[in-house]
């Protein structure tokens, strides 16, 4: 039995370069594909990732279902995962090819069309994100960038009402503490 579950079935080299070569072709197709696979917007894309993951499962394991052969080549995607993420940290430059750039999709309150077709997002995709960060609509939005990594920055014109709905509070709240202050000098006086 522990024969069976320990004993790999390929060879230990080929074991260590399969998780290698995927983990390069997803990385370089995700590039292609583009920044809307990493941010997950829709059901659809959250499937295709999902599904990415048992397509790829053969080319990363082969034939080989032993405990060691798992381990194997689960220590070899963690460790090239490790080595391209120090190496990008240490090249800005091989960091921006790789990650790609920026994308502005609002600014002052225009949507950019060209940008949101090159991102392959729908004006209602977009809406719903900017109304995820609390702001009534485009017209409120000074700039919405989508970054290399699939995520939204966005930044307001005016604070948003969540942001307006916080500071009430803390007013109230201060105006609170400060008529109690009163009354306990009112107190401590008599």
């Not at 920044?35 to 990363?60: C, G, H, M, T, W």
């Amino acid at each position: 039995m522990f024969q069976s579950m320990f004993h790999l079935q390929i060879p230990l080299l080929e074991k260590i370069l399969r998780p290698m070569v995927v983990y390069f072709f997803l990385i370089f197709m995700l590039r292609i594909f583009g920044k809307r696979e990493l941010a997950q917007l829709n059901p659809f894309d959250l499937i295709v990732l999902l599904s990415l993951s048992n397509v790829v499962q053969n080319a990363l394991i082969g034939n080989d279902n032993s405990v060691t052969g798992g381990i194997v080549g689960a220590f070899s995607l963690l460790s090239i995962n490790w080595l391209v993420v120090r190496f990008l940290y240490s090249s800005p430059k091989a960091n921006r090819v790789v990650g790609g750039a920026e994308q502005v999709l609002i600014a002052n309150g225009v949507v950019d069309h060209k940008a949101l077709r090159q991102e392959l997002l729908t004006e209602e995709e977009l809406l719903a994100v900017v109304h995820r960060q609390g702001f009534r609509g485009f017209k409120s939005v000074k700039k919405c960038v989508l970054g290399p990594n699939g995520s939204f920055y966005i930044e307001g014109h005016t604070p948003s009402e969540a942001e307006q709905y916080h500071g009430d509070i803390v007013h109230r709240l201060e105006d609170i503490q400060r008529e109690l202050g009163q009354m306990r000098t009112q107190l401590s006086a008599r």
